[in-house]
């Protein structure tokens, strides 16, 4: 055991996706001795390529940017929308909008980000435990003061600490345990990919663009992103009950979806398919507390937005930050209650409603071509939303104007709060399936 370790840290952050890393970063950076365990070991596989450019404010106060500029990652330029006809809407470039380097993201490759923010978090002085997975909060007075972790070579271990952080993603160690989880009440998608090598690629700068296909019949889209060494990451989300339900195989179902979708066809018909297929049940999710005594949730651990204009490493990212700075100031002034660390909580989730909103608008029948073609003022506004900007009321002009191209008696969308708690839905989980059947 080395010196770092005998002493208790101040804060325990549990998992090391982009949430944990961040969170753990920056209360490093802040000067808090930080432990996060991670139940994997890294580099492992994980969905969400696609970067917004928000994410770049985060990155910068971590000092990732460097990294990410020497990295291979293919740049990202602009998001494009091809409606159901086929028909290509002019491509939302993020830097006609905000000419700022901030304007240019990337399309990562998961396992390899993952890996390079963990790498980021031990290079900030956190103390990184992998292949260690927490297995318990241990609660006193119901205030959390600690976890229980269990090692590879199965030991088990409590450490105590000032605030517990649970990154741990869609596990959502504490949401489940405090049966917090609250069900969107209509984004139920499910979602099959898998990577194509030699599929077509656009060039300049429309090469890295994330491009979002809807299927003919409009029931579900295609996400097209472009990644290094010449893959291409091609999945399908549609709503789970048509996607799994008496269907073949999860490949005869992507072969049906590609099938009849002329747009990706076309594109993957000369490619070759490097992976097997991956699957997930894509609920959307909130929790019903951000934080409590002694607590707090950042990442998916906190929340799962559909992931159809690739918000979840910025929510990651933000959370993380938001917590991180919560956190810092708490343990300065000796307050970890629950109101302390969760004072973001509230603002944050309006952000996620906004992003919340448009998904909801788009498989409502939101047409991007139709709406700038009646607002072409709105473009930029439009643009802001795509990119991140989700933080403040500037961006709600949007939403009269887009109302009025409701189809007549079109019915508002319900909110987060009239979701069903997840222990009422009790059909619901959401799992990842990869190739080989496993479900890490
Ligand atoms: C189909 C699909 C497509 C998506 N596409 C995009 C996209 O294009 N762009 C985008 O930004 N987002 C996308 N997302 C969302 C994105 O994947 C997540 O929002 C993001 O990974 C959340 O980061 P996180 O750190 O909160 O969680 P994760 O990245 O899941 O990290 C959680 C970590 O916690 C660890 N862990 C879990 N339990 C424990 C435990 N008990 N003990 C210790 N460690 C534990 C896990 O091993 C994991 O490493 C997509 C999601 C889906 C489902």
């Known amino acids: 055991m080395n010196s770092r370790e005998s002493t208790s840290p101040d804060v325990i952050v549990i998992g090391g996706g982009p949430a944990g890393s961040t969170v753990s970063t920056l209360l490093a950076q802040g000067g808090r001795r930080v432990r996060l365990f991670e139940r994997e070991r890294f580099p492992r596989f994980h969905i969400g390529e696609s970067l917004i450019p928000e994410t770049y404010w985060v990155l910068e106060r971590l000092n990732m940017l460097p990294k990410m500029r020497a990295s291979h990652f293919v740049q990202k330029h602009s998001v494009q929308f091809v409606n159901s006809m086929g028909k290509l809407s002019a491509p939302f470039y993020f830097w006609d909008n905000k000419p700022h380097e901030c304007s240019q993201t990337w399309q990562v490759v998961r396992s390899e980000f993952d890996q390079m923010m963990l790498d980021n978090a031990r290079e900030h002085g956190v103390d990184v435990h992998e292949a260690t997975r927490v297995i318990d909060v241990l609660m006193e007075d119901g205030r959390a003061v600690g976890v229980r972790v269990k090692r590879e070579d199965g030991t088990t271990e409590e450490v105590r600490a000032s605030v517990v952080v649970d990154a741990s993603g869609q596990n959502g160690l504490l949401m489940n345990r405090l049966r917090l989880r609250v069900w969107d009440p209509v984004l139920n998608k499910g979602a099959i990919w898998t990577y194509w090598e030699g599929a077509y690629r656009d060039t300049g700068r429309d090469e890295g663009a994330t491009i979002v296909i809807q299927t003919a019949d409009k029931r579900g889209w295609f996400w097209y992103i472009p990644l290094h060494n010449n893959i291409v990451s091609v999945g399908v989300v549609a709503p789970f009950d048509y996607l799994f339900k008496n269907r073949g195989s999860y490949p005869d179902t992507y072969a049906e979806e590609v099938e009849r979708c002329p747009s990706v066809k076309e594109r993957v018909s000369s490619a070759r398919r490097v992976t097997g ?124 104007p887009l109302e009025t191209m409701y189809e007549p008696g079109k019915a508002a969308i319900p909110s987060w709060r009239a979701g069903t708690d997840a222990d009422l839905a009790t059909d619901k989980h959401n799992e990842l399936v990869l190739p080989d059947g496993r479900r890490p």
């Open 277 to 400: 297929h991956f699957a997930t049940k894509d609920y959307s999710y909130r929790s019903k507390q951000v934080a409590g005594d002694g607590w707090v949730l950042v990442g998916d651990a906190f929340g799962f937005l559909d992931p159809l204009y690739s918000s979840g490493v910025l929510l990651a990212l933000k959370s993380g930050q938001l917590a991180a700075e919560a956190i810092l100031d708490g343990l300065e002034r000796g307050d970890t209650s629950a109101a302390q660390l969760g004072r973001w909580g509230e603002s944050f989730n309006e952000g996620v409603d906004r992003m919340r909103r448009l998904v909801c608008e788009y498989y409502d029948g939101f047409s991007f071509g139709a709406f700038m073609k009646t607002y072409p003022d709105l473009r930029g506004t439009v643009t802001d939303l795509l990119i991140g900007d989700l933080f403040n009321t500037r961006v709600d002009k949007v939403w009269p």
